[in-house]
Protein backbone atom coordinates (compact mmCIF):
# COMPACT_ATOMS: atom_id res chain seq x y z
CA UNK A 1 0.00 0.00 0.00
CA UNK A 2 1.24 3.47 -0.87
CA UNK A 3 2.29 6.43 1.51
CA UNK A 4 -0.02 9.55 1.73
CA UNK A 5 1.31 12.42 1.25
CA UNK A 6 -0.96 15.42 1.58
CA UNK A 7 -3.93 14.21 3.55
CA UNK A 8 -6.78 15.56 1.95
CA UNK A 9 -7.43 16.87 -1.75
CA UNK A 10 -10.62 18.85 -2.53
CA UNK A 11 -11.73 18.97 -5.74
CA UNK A 12 -14.31 21.13 -8.09
CA UNK A 13 -15.72 19.20 -10.05
CA UNK A 14 -17.27 20.59 -13.26
CA UNK A 15 -14.15 21.70 -15.77
CA UNK A 16 -11.63 20.00 -13.28
CA UNK A 17 -12.95 16.66 -12.05
CA UNK A 18 -14.88 16.20 -15.44
CA UNK A 19 -13.97 16.27 -18.82
CA UNK A 20 -15.13 18.55 -21.59
CA UNK A 21 -18.09 15.95 -22.42
CA UNK A 22 -19.13 16.76 -18.47
CA UNK A 23 -17.77 12.85 -17.79
CA UNK A 24 -15.41 11.41 -15.00
CA UNK A 25 -13.05 9.11 -16.64
CA UNK A 26 -12.63 5.64 -15.34
CA UNK A 27 -9.19 5.97 -15.00
CA UNK A 28 -9.25 9.68 -13.22
CA UNK A 29 -12.11 7.25 -10.46
CA UNK A 30 -9.91 4.56 -9.95
CA UNK A 31 -6.97 7.19 -9.07
CA UNK A 32 -9.02 8.90 -6.95
CA UNK A 33 -10.39 5.13 -5.55
CA UNK A 34 -6.71 4.07 -4.63
CA UNK A 35 -5.82 7.50 -2.60
CA UNK A 36 -8.55 6.97 -0.80
CA UNK A 37 -8.03 3.20 -0.14
CA UNK A 38 -4.73 3.67 0.92
CA UNK A 39 -6.08 6.27 3.58
CA UNK A 40 -6.16 9.71 1.92
CA UNK A 41 -9.49 11.89 2.17
CA UNK A 42 -11.20 12.98 -1.35
CA UNK A 43 -13.80 15.51 -1.43
CA UNK A 44 -15.75 17.65 -3.96
CA UNK A 45 -16.31 21.12 -3.59
CA UNK A 46 -18.74 22.51 -6.24
CA UNK A 47 -21.17 25.40 -7.05
CA UNK A 48 -23.66 22.94 -7.85
CA UNK A 49 -26.44 22.44 -5.70
CA UNK A 50 -26.65 19.33 -3.47
CA UNK A 51 -29.23 17.72 -5.90
CA UNK A 52 -27.81 17.93 -8.87
CA UNK A 53 -24.00 17.06 -7.22
CA UNK A 54 -24.68 14.08 -4.93
CA UNK A 55 -25.64 11.49 -7.64
CA UNK A 56 -22.15 12.18 -9.41
CA UNK A 57 -20.41 11.79 -6.60
CA UNK A 58 -21.86 8.74 -5.90
CA UNK A 59 -20.89 7.62 -8.85
CA UNK A 60 -17.60 7.48 -8.53
CA UNK A 61 -17.93 5.63 -4.97
CA UNK A 62 -16.73 8.52 -2.76
CA UNK A 63 -18.19 8.35 1.17
CA UNK A 64 -17.47 11.35 3.51
CA UNK A 65 -18.83 14.84 2.45
CA UNK A 66 -19.48 17.07 -0.33
CA UNK A 67 -19.80 20.67 -0.38
CA UNK A 68 -22.11 22.38 -2.80
CA UNK A 69 -23.76 26.00 -3.63
CA UNK A 70 -20.30 26.96 -3.45
CA UNK A 71 -19.59 26.04 0.44
CA UNK A 72 -23.27 26.62 1.91
CA UNK A 73 -24.18 23.47 1.74
CA UNK A 74 -22.47 20.68 3.13
CA UNK A 75 -23.82 17.19 3.14
CA UNK A 76 -22.76 13.02 3.78
CA UNK A 77 -22.59 12.18 0.54
CA UNK A 78 -24.26 8.29 1.94
CA UNK A 79 -27.04 9.48 3.64
CA UNK A 80 -27.63 12.66 1.97
CA UNK A 81 -28.14 14.45 5.16
CA UNK A 82 -26.90 18.09 5.54
CA UNK A 83 -24.62 19.33 8.08
CA UNK A 84 -25.04 22.34 7.17
CA UNK A 85 -27.19 24.82 4.84
CA UNK A 86 -26.93 28.78 4.65
CA UNK A 87 -28.41 30.82 2.90
CA UNK A 88 -29.96 34.29 2.12
CA UNK A 89 -33.26 35.70 3.19
CA UNK A 90 -35.79 36.50 0.79
CA UNK A 91 -35.05 40.57 0.59
CA UNK A 92 -31.27 39.86 -0.26
CA UNK A 93 -32.49 37.62 -2.93
CA UNK A 94 -34.80 39.90 -4.23
CA UNK A 95 -32.42 42.74 -4.26
CA UNK A 96 -29.59 41.04 -6.37
CA UNK A 97 -32.61 40.13 -8.83
CA UNK A 98 -33.53 43.42 -9.37
CA UNK A 99 -30.07 44.73 -9.47
CA UNK A 100 -29.62 42.19 -12.46
CA UNK A 101 -32.91 42.92 -13.65
CA UNK A 102 -32.26 46.36 -14.08
CA UNK A 103 -29.18 45.79 -15.68
CA UNK A 104 -31.07 44.13 -18.45
CA UNK A 105 -30.21 40.38 -17.69
CA UNK A 106 -32.09 37.44 -16.09
CA UNK A 107 -31.55 35.11 -12.79
CA UNK A 108 -31.52 31.54 -11.90
CA UNK A 109 -32.50 31.41 -8.00
CA UNK A 110 -31.55 28.26 -5.85
CA UNK A 111 -34.07 27.57 -2.86
CA UNK A 112 -33.01 23.66 -1.44
CA UNK A 113 -33.83 21.57 -4.53
CA UNK A 114 -35.42 23.85 -6.63
CA UNK A 115 -34.30 26.42 -9.25
CA UNK A 116 -36.68 29.39 -9.85
CA UNK A 117 -35.85 31.78 -13.22
CA UNK A 118 -37.29 34.30 -15.41
CA UNK A 119 -35.13 32.94 -18.25
CA UNK A 120 -37.46 31.58 -20.66
CA UNK A 121 -37.36 27.81 -21.23
CA UNK A 122 -36.41 28.16 -25.00
CA UNK A 123 -33.09 30.10 -24.26
CA UNK A 124 -30.60 28.20 -25.42
CA UNK A 125 -27.74 28.64 -22.58
CA UNK A 126 -30.59 27.55 -20.24
CA UNK A 127 -31.37 24.40 -21.75
CA UNK A 128 -27.61 23.21 -22.00
CA UNK A 129 -27.40 24.26 -18.42
CA UNK A 130 -30.49 21.91 -17.16
CA UNK A 131 -29.03 19.43 -19.37
CA UNK A 132 -25.62 19.10 -17.88
CA UNK A 133 -26.71 19.73 -14.26
CA UNK A 134 -29.79 17.31 -14.21
CA UNK A 135 -32.33 19.69 -13.17
CA UNK A 136 -35.07 21.36 -14.53
CA UNK A 137 -35.42 24.95 -13.68
CA UNK A 138 -38.90 26.58 -12.75
CA UNK A 139 -40.23 29.38 -14.56
CA UNK A 140 -41.36 32.12 -13.26
CA UNK A 141 -42.08 34.85 -15.50
CA UNK A 142 -40.36 38.53 -15.37
CA UNK A 143 -40.76 39.38 -11.94
CA UNK A 144 -39.51 37.45 -9.80
CA UNK A 145 -38.09 39.89 -7.43
CA UNK A 146 -42.33 39.61 -6.22
CA UNK A 147 -42.23 35.80 -6.38
CA UNK A 148 -39.83 35.66 -3.93
CA UNK A 149 -40.97 38.23 -1.68
CA UNK A 150 -44.40 36.97 -1.72
CA UNK A 151 -43.50 33.27 -1.17
CA UNK A 152 -40.02 34.22 1.72
CA UNK A 153 -37.77 32.12 -0.22
CA UNK A 154 -34.84 31.28 1.71
CA UNK A 155 -32.19 30.98 -1.09
CA UNK A 156 -28.73 29.60 -1.34
CA UNK A 157 -27.55 31.49 -4.44
CA UNK A 158 -28.32 33.56 -7.60
CA UNK A 159 -26.78 32.90 -11.06
CA UNK A 160 -26.68 34.73 -14.40
CA UNK A 161 -26.30 32.91 -17.46
CA UNK A 162 -24.68 34.98 -20.05
CA UNK A 163 -23.03 34.77 -23.57
CA UNK A 164 -18.90 33.66 -23.12
CA UNK A 165 -17.93 36.99 -24.83
CA UNK A 166 -20.18 39.28 -21.86
CA UNK A 167 -18.72 37.32 -19.01
CA UNK A 168 -16.21 39.38 -17.77
CA UNK A 169 -17.83 42.61 -18.48
CA UNK A 170 -21.20 41.74 -16.95
CA UNK A 171 -19.14 39.89 -13.67
CA UNK A 172 -17.39 43.65 -13.57
CA UNK A 173 -20.79 45.55 -13.62
CA UNK A 174 -22.60 42.96 -11.14
CA UNK A 175 -19.02 42.98 -8.85
CA UNK A 176 -18.96 46.98 -8.34
CA UNK A 177 -22.74 46.66 -7.31
CA UNK A 178 -22.85 43.79 -5.00
CA UNK A 179 -20.01 42.65 -3.75
CA UNK A 180 -19.73 44.86 -0.65
CA UNK A 181 -22.59 42.71 0.78
CA UNK A 182 -22.74 39.27 -1.24
CA UNK A 183 -19.52 37.12 -2.99
CA UNK A 184 -20.05 37.90 -6.34
CA UNK A 185 -18.06 35.48 -8.45
CA UNK A 186 -17.61 33.07 -11.57
CA UNK A 187 -18.32 29.27 -12.15
CA UNK A 188 -17.71 28.55 -15.91
CA UNK A 189 -17.69 30.56 -18.68
CA UNK A 190 -21.36 31.21 -18.89
CA UNK A 191 -22.13 31.66 -15.20
CA UNK A 192 -21.83 34.74 -13.01
CA UNK A 193 -23.03 33.57 -9.20
CA UNK A 194 -23.98 35.88 -6.36
CA UNK A 195 -23.96 33.99 -2.82
CA UNK A 196 -23.59 34.79 0.59
CA UNK A 197 -20.80 37.30 2.08
CA UNK A 198 -18.28 34.50 3.05
CA UNK A 199 -20.18 31.03 2.49
CA UNK A 200 -17.24 30.44 -0.19
CA UNK A 201 -15.84 26.67 -0.96
CA UNK A 202 -12.11 28.82 1.08
CA UNK A 203 -14.46 28.27 4.22
CA UNK A 204 -15.68 24.98 3.12
CA UNK A 205 -12.17 24.23 3.08
CA UNK A 206 -11.41 25.15 6.29
CA UNK A 207 -15.13 23.70 7.72
CA UNK A 208 -13.38 20.44 5.94
CA UNK A 209 -10.22 20.38 7.11
CA UNK A 210 -11.67 20.73 10.99
CA UNK A 211 -13.76 18.22 10.57
CA UNK A 212 -11.64 15.65 9.20
CA UNK A 213 -8.63 16.94 11.70
CA UNK A 214 -6.43 17.55 8.94
CA UNK A 215 -4.10 20.79 8.95
CA UNK A 216 -4.80 22.87 6.01
CA UNK A 217 -0.98 22.62 4.81
CA UNK A 218 -1.62 19.46 4.04
CA UNK A 219 -4.64 19.67 2.06
CA UNK A 220 -4.59 20.13 -1.62
CA UNK A 221 -7.02 22.20 -3.35
CA UNK A 222 -7.54 22.07 -7.18
CA UNK A 223 -10.25 23.88 -9.83
CA UNK A 224 -10.27 25.99 -12.85
CA UNK A 225 -12.67 28.99 -12.20
CA UNK A 226 -12.58 32.21 -10.07
CA UNK A 227 -15.01 30.64 -7.57
CA UNK A 228 -12.21 28.10 -6.86
CA UNK A 229 -9.39 31.15 -6.14
CA UNK A 230 -10.79 31.53 -2.02
CA UNK A 231 -9.94 27.84 -1.88
CA UNK A 232 -7.01 27.52 -3.76
CA UNK A 233 -5.10 30.79 -2.28
CA UNK A 234 -5.33 29.09 1.22
CA UNK A 235 -4.69 25.17 0.93
CA UNK A 236 -1.21 23.51 1.10
CA UNK A 237 -1.22 23.11 -2.34
CA UNK A 238 -3.58 25.25 -4.62
CA UNK A 239 -3.81 23.48 -7.84
CA UNK A 240 -4.97 25.10 -11.07
CA UNK A 241 -5.70 23.00 -14.16
CA UNK A 242 -4.34 24.23 -17.60
CA UNK A 243 -7.94 24.86 -18.38
CA UNK A 244 -8.22 27.44 -15.64
CA UNK A 245 -9.36 30.62 -15.74
CA UNK A 246 -5.96 33.47 -15.64
CA UNK A 247 -7.11 34.85 -12.39
CA UNK A 248 -6.78 31.22 -10.45
CA UNK A 249 -3.41 30.49 -12.41
CA UNK A 250 -1.89 33.65 -11.03
CA UNK A 251 -3.01 32.49 -7.19
CA UNK A 252 -2.43 28.79 -7.65
CA UNK A 253 0.99 27.23 -6.25
CA UNK A 254 0.94 25.13 -9.26
CA UNK A 255 -0.41 24.15 -12.81
CA UNK A 256 -1.80 20.77 -13.74
CA UNK A 257 -3.03 19.32 -17.13
CA UNK A 258 -6.23 20.11 -18.33
CA UNK A 259 -9.31 18.69 -17.28
CA UNK A 260 -9.42 16.47 -21.16
CA UNK A 261 -5.88 14.91 -19.84
CA UNK A 262 -7.51 13.71 -16.57
CA UNK A 263 -5.99 16.42 -14.33
CA UNK A 264 -7.21 15.15 -11.45
CA UNK A 265 -5.48 11.77 -11.66
CA UNK A 266 -2.37 13.46 -12.02
CA UNK A 267 -2.46 15.31 -9.23
CA UNK A 268 -3.28 12.60 -7.20
CA UNK A 269 -0.26 10.65 -8.98
CA UNK A 270 1.83 13.30 -8.45
CA UNK A 271 1.42 14.77 -5.11
CA UNK A 272 -1.13 12.46 -3.22
CA UNK A 273 1.43 10.06 -2.26
CA UNK A 274 5.25 9.88 -1.05
Known sequence: ?????YRMIVSDFDGTLTNDDHIIPDFVK??????????????????????????RVREIGLKGLVVANQGSVIA?????????????PSEDTASICAVIEKLGYKS?????????????????YLQTYERIIGVETTFI?????????DNKLFCQKVSCIVPTTERNEIYQKLNKKLSDKFDVTCSANV??????????????????CEKFKVPIERCIACGDNLN???????????????????????????????????????????????
Not at 1 to 5: D, Q, S
Not at 236 to 253: P, Q, T
Not at 257 to 262: D, F, I, L, P
Open 1 to 5: MKTIN
Open 30 to 55: SAINEYVACGGIFAVCTGRMLRSILP
Open 76 to 88: DIESGEELKRSGM
Open 108 to 124: NIYCGDEIYCNIPKNNV
Open 141 to 149: GNDLSAYIL
Open 191 to 208: LIEISPKNETKGEALKFL
Open 228 to 274: DISMVSIAGLGIAVANADKSLKEVADFVSASNNEGAVAKIIEKFGFI
